[in-house]
Every structure is written in C-alpha cells, then in structure tokens.
C-alpha cells in the first residue's frame, strides 16, 4: 500500500529525498515529536478529520491559467498543510491550532490553496454560523483573493447547490454562516465574530490594525482559525516580520506555543541564492506553477541589477530583504555608454524632457531623451547640471574638488551665489527647446517646480508636475532597468552622471515597485531622477503599455 501524498512528504523532507529549508524540517520534525510527546500535553492526532479537509479540495476547480476548469489537484507539500492544521486536536476534541503562518515565495498557489481552505471553513468545518473573511489592508484587494473562492463555488455544481452568491458576499441560509472579503478600509470592522480569516500577502499590512481586530474577533468561537499566507517582506519592523520571527522562534524550539502552526520555505543561509538546485526549497510547486525557466530569466536579470537581485530573492527565493539597496551596477552603465553625444547631431531631433531641481544650495539636473527612428526605446541621452558657485568653495563639501574639475570640463555649469539661479535655469531650458524638437517634459513638484513650471507654461512649453513616490516612478523605473539591459540607454559617459549612477539607493514596496530613495543614496542623484522622469514622458508616446496609470493630465501640479 502506498504512503499517502501527505505522509510521503513529510518523509522526503526527513530522509533528504525532498530538498527543503531548514525551517521546513524543523516543522516536520516538530511533528514527529508531537506525535510522540504531544499527548502529555492533552494532544492528540485525528488521521480522520486530516483526511476530511484534503478530500474537501477535491470538490473545487481551478479558475485560472493553464489549469482553469480542472480539478483542484493538491500537491503533496499543501495535502501536508491541511495534514498538519485540521488533524491536530486537543484533549476536548477540538482544533489545536489557531493561527496558522505559512510563507513561501511568489506564485507557488497559496492564494488559490488559501481560498479553499476559507470555503471548507464555510462549508465544512461544522461551525453554525460561521464568519469567514478574506482580510487585507484594504477591501479591494481582499476582494483579489476573496474572488478566487467565488469562482470555485461557481464553478462546482456541488458547491453552487449549497452556497449563495451575491456579489463579494458567499453565505449558506441554512447554517446562516458568510465569507466576505474584508479591508481596514471598511466602514466598520466592529461586531465581528470571526470563525475563520485568510489574510493573503501578510507582508503587505504596514500596521498591525486588520491582524489585531481579527485575533481578538476569535473569542467566541470554538475553534477559530487565522491563516496567514505571505511571501517574504523587507519591512522588518512590520507585523509580518514579528509573526515570522515568532513562527522561527516556535520552529527553533525558543518558544512553546501548541496554538500556532509555521510553515516557512526558504533557502538556507549557506545556499548560494543562484544555485538552480536550492530554489526549490523556497518553491515548493517548482515545476508545477513555478516554472524554472522563468526563475531562471529573472535570475540572470538580477545578476545585473542589484536591485532586482533583492526582488528576486525576496518574492522568488523568500528571504527577507531591506527596503532599499543600490539600484545600478556600474559596468552595466558603462556597458551603455556608447559613442559620445554631440549636441550638434542632435539638432532638430524629438526629444524628452525630465528637469529635477532639488533644494537651492544644490545640484539642479536636466536631462533629455532623444528616441532614435529605427527604434524608439534606444535613445541618446543629453544631460545638463548647474551648481551654485559657492558649492565649489564650501569646506564643507566633500565633493569640492569634484565639482571644480566637472566645471573646468564643462559637465558642471556654475551659477553666481550660494543658490541655484532658477531664472539662469529656465533660460537654459528654453534653448533647447528652440534648438531641439522639446515635446514635453516633467518638472518635480515641489514649490520651486511649480513656481518654474508655470513660467516655462508661460512661454508655451507643455510642461507636467511629476511626483517621486512609487505611483509615478514604478512603470519609468522598469523601463529604464529593461532598456539598461538591453544597452539602449546612450549616455556618452557623461561623468557627473555616471558618479550619480553609482550613488543610487531605491526603495522597494510590497508589489516590487522601485522609487529612487535620495534619503538613503549614499550621494547626489538628482540626474538619475531627472533621467527617468524623462523617459516616463518618452514612454507615454510610445508604443509600451501603461499598467498601473495612464497620462495624468498633470499639467502644473
């Protein structure tokens, strides 16, 4: 007789045949110790009640991608799962566990693995008047994973039977029980008497607001259950990171707690975070919905760009990252160059504009982009700086003797006093318009670039304000890493550009979104910022897609 899916797992994970972290063997071998010294402690193992939840799944469909309309075919690693948090009982016959924490890298099914689990604790779990939620920082995106378990009651003729649908609300009149997606944007989240929640994507939730109300929402319940399903996060003063500490914590034997299950797939510290043979121990679906040629693509992408090195291997690897890194590795900058730029090649050429002008006492960039004809996203590049003079004499700056030789050179234009001249500025720019086909260009928006912006309106340039959060910098930043790739950004060495190039630090936000981070660049970078709010304008008249925004109408914000 054959070992169940489940059992078999487990056993690969000790004898080594199933390559897996160390926090995933501790949790197996957490396990096996119960089994033996569990009933000291008034636990015991109902093979049954396992076996009821995993024979639940086989009720519900797929409703997505390749495997849309096919049976929900439990992997081994998730039968282990539901193995794990419905067989354990306690001495009164009910759940021990009642917070389950399960992490594991990106695309590996939890969020369709976690819409099942909530509509067996709907359905199945024998809970009269069950509240199921799907929880997130905001309903909208509750509603993401929430409407993966309406199109599986929709999709099982036995389910639709049973459970209503209307709209986000999924209810059973006859037990009275609901599961409903659920935000901390939500008019009230009081008077809840939760039975069951699946918060997805935990690493998401700056504050602990939606965690909080939910656990102490649990209190009149037999036998709650709160399942966080996450992928690793960079916050490690966030709510996410003090659960995954604490579930490391039980896992390592530092803490007793019979409540809480952990679940936690990563590679371990020695592992070389490129070595294809250590991923799967982060993707335990590595074959299945984890494809190894598309790791392995992001892969060499992040072998160039320390930034997407840290996407990679948090979303991808599911090891906790900082928020910010540096952004460009400078001989791919370099790589880049290309012949110089003459100003007099690019007479007459479209271009683009991008105009960051940073505090007063400072360097004040504009950069343009000239898309080439036989391909638009390979551009040539022209990049301008202006400095008060009094920058070039302050002992207080450690890059003094820098500034006077990129001003000697010609790559530092000087201006009289101790600030930026923006008349001088705004002059400038106005030339090149006359001596360039200028479309448009980006100004920041702080005050000064708005006071700048309405007088560069005023001389009929078509001028738009341009913020330096995520929202704006997410679509311009991608671009300019997938053109940096592919050697299509010309810039001709410029040098003052280069040394801000190496200066970049970006942050990094839950979905993987850069922005350019000045407070923690390790010097100036205003040309960077300047050179990627030029290509967001390139980038709108061009044949690239916009995802997450569309032109803004913007003008002088």
Not at 490 to 495: A, F, I, L, V
Request: aromatic content about 8%; hydrophobic content about 40%.
């Amino acid at each position: 007789m054959s070992k169940h899916p489940a059992v078999a797992y487990m056993r690969g994970v000790e004898d080594g045949s199933i390559p897996a972290g160390r926090l995933v063997r501790l949790a197996v071998e957490r396990h096996v110790r119960d089994l033996v010294e569990g009933p000291q402690r008034g636990l015991h193992w109902d093979r049954q009640a396992a076996q009821h939840a995993i024979d639940f799944f086989g009720f519900l469909k797929h409703s997505k991608g390749e495997w849309a309309g096919q049976p929900f075919l439990l992997e081994p690693w998730e039968q282990w799962l539901l193995w794990m948090i419905f067989g354990w009982k306690r001495a009164d016959g009910l759940r021990r566990f009642r917070t389950a924490y399960i992490e594991v890298a990106r695309k590996n099914g939890k969020t369709t693995w976690g819409a099942g689990l909530g509509l067996y604790l709907l359905v199945a779990d024998g809970e009269p008047g069950a509240e199921v939620y799907s929880a997130a920082t905001k309903r909208e995106q509750a509603r993401l994973s929430h409407g993966e378990a309406v199109r599986m009651v929709r999709s099982s003729r036995a389910l639709s039977r049973m459970v209503g649908v209307v709209k986000d609300n999924l209810h059973i009149l006859a037990t009275a029980s609901k599961y409903e997606p659920l935000g901390a944007d939500a008019n009230t989240m009081d008077g809840l008497n939760v039975h069951g929640a699946i918060i997805d994507e935990l690493h998401a939730h700056r504050n602990r607001r939606v965690v909080d109300v939910l656990e102490t929402a649990t209190g009149a319940r037999r036998q709650p259950l709160i399942c966080e399903i996450t992928t690793a996060g960079s916050d490690q003063t966030s709510i996410c990171y003090e659960h995954h500490e604490y579930a490391r914590q039980i896992l390592e034997g530092t803490i007793e707690d019979d409540t809480w299950f952990a679940y936690i797939a990563c590679l371990d510290q020695e592992d070389d975070w490129l070595d294809e043979a250590a991923w799967v121990k982060a993707n335990p679906n590595l074959g299945v919905s984890v494809k190894l040629d598309s790791l392995r693509r992001t892969a060499q992408k992040a072998k160039r760009l320390p930034a997407a090195q840290n996407a990679f291997r948090r979303l991808h690897l599911n090891e906790w990252t900082q928020q910010t890194d540096r952004w460009i590795d400078l001989d791919l900058w370099d790589e880049n160059a290309g012949d110089p730029v003459i100003e007099e090649d690019l007479k007459g050429r479209e271009c683009y504009g991008g105009l960051d002008l940073s505090s007063v006492s400072d360097i004040t960039a504009w950069v343009m982009v000239f898309p080439r004809a036989e391909d638009p996203d390979e551009v040539d590049i022209l990049a301008r700086f202006w400095c008060p003079g009094a920058q070039l004499g302050d002992p207080l700056n450690k890059y003094g003797d820098q500034y006077r030789a990129w001003a000697k050179e010609g790559f530092l234009q000087v201006t009289p006093g101790d600030a930026v001249d923006y008349g001088f500025v705004r002059h400038c720019v106005l030339e090149d318009a006359a001596q360039f086909n200028l479309r448009d260009l980006n100004v920041d928006r702080l005050f000064q670039g708005y006071q700048l912006s309405q007088e560069l309106t005023d001389e009929g340039l078509t001028v738009f304000g341009m913020g330096q959060g995520f929202y704006s910098m997410a679509v311009p930043m991608r671009e300019f890493e997938r053109r940096l790739l592919e050697k299509k950004l010309h810039h001709g060495g410029n040098p003052v550009l280069r040394f801000m190039v190496d200066n970049v630090a970006v942050r990094m936000d839950p979905a993987a979104n850069l922005k350019i981070d000045k407070a923690t660049s390790q010097g100036k970078v205003d040309g960077v910022v300047a050179l990627v709010m030029a290509l967001d304008r390139s980038i709108r008249h061009g044949p690239a897609k916009r995802s997450i925004y569309e032109d803004r109408g913007l003008e002088v914000v």
